[in-house]
């Protein structure tokens, strides 16, 4: 099974900061990386996929980079709205697998 | 709009069995892969099933092949996820979602989760 491993696993940061979070695959996935975004009490809303790909509605300020084992998901100024708790995930074999989350809190 | 509504859950006794559905609407249900996604309490997302659009093709995690199995009824744009043999371990939020391509795993629309809470 292909292991994610995201870091920091918390970040404390303020509104209008930049914040990256980083996702390390065990072996090569190529671009089979997406992001997520999870609040309190909700299903995960998906972000970013094929690593770098904005999805539908998704507020431009969100981008994703990387390709075989390290990726990293960019916020450029942080939103109020935007703390929250982000997953990793890797679709390039199965099991799918996700990264052990990112609990991004307001500082 | 897509929505994906789940239903079935509940408090169960391990080593019982139990029956999760997905209610689709708003797309066409026979053309997308779909996948249950769960999440236990305070934990994070662990990815439990794939079905290809046509039902043709199936995965699983490791943790619940053999006592899970995923099925669904195109004529009833309905998703299930049989359940048997559960275990404590196996209590969690279970989600389904729509996959964008087929059976590509990205994940676009999730419905709001069903609890099976696994205990004697």
């Known amino acids: 099974d292909v292991q994610m491993t995201q870091s920091p696993s918390s970040l404390s940061a303020s509104v209008g900061d930049r914040v990256t979070i980083t996702c390390r695959a065990s072996?090569?996935?190529?671009?089979?990386l997406n992001w997520y975004q999870q609040k309190p009490g909700n299903p995960p809303k998906l972000l970013i996929y094929a690593a770098s790909s904005l999805q539908s509605g998704v507020p431009s300020r969100f981008s994703g980079s990387g390709s075989g084992t390290d990726f990293a998901l960019t916020i450029s100024s942080l939103q109020p709205e935007d703390f929250a708790t982000y997953y990793c995930?890797?679709?390039?074999?199965?099991?799918?697998?996700f990264g052990q989350g990112t609990r991004l809190e307001i500082k | 709009q897509v929505q994906l509504v789940e239903s079935g859950g509940g408090v169960v006794q391990p080593g019982r069995s139990l029956r999760l559905s997905c209610a689709a609407s708003g797309f066409t249900f026979s053309s997308y892969g779909m996948h249950w996604v769960r999440q236990a309490p305070g934990k994070g997302l662990e990815w439990v099933a794939v079905?290809?659009?046509?039902?043709?093709?199936?995965n699983y995690a490791d943790s619940v092949k053999g006592r899970f199995t995923i099925s669904r009824d195109n004529s009833k744009n309905t998703l299930s996820l049989q359940m048997n043999s559960l275990r404590a371990d196996d209590t969690a939020v279970y989600y389904c979602?729509?996959?964008?391509?087929?059976?590509?795993?990205?994940?676009?629309?999730w419905g709001q989760g069903t609890l099976v809470t696994v205990s004697s």
């Open positions: 079905i290809w659009y046509d039902g043709n093709n199936k």
């Open positions: 979602a729509r996959d964008k391509v087929d059976h590509a795993g990205e994940l676009d629309y």
């Open positions: 072996q090569s996935i190529t671009i089979y």
């Open positions: 995930q890797q679709t390039s074999s199965t099991p799918i697998t």
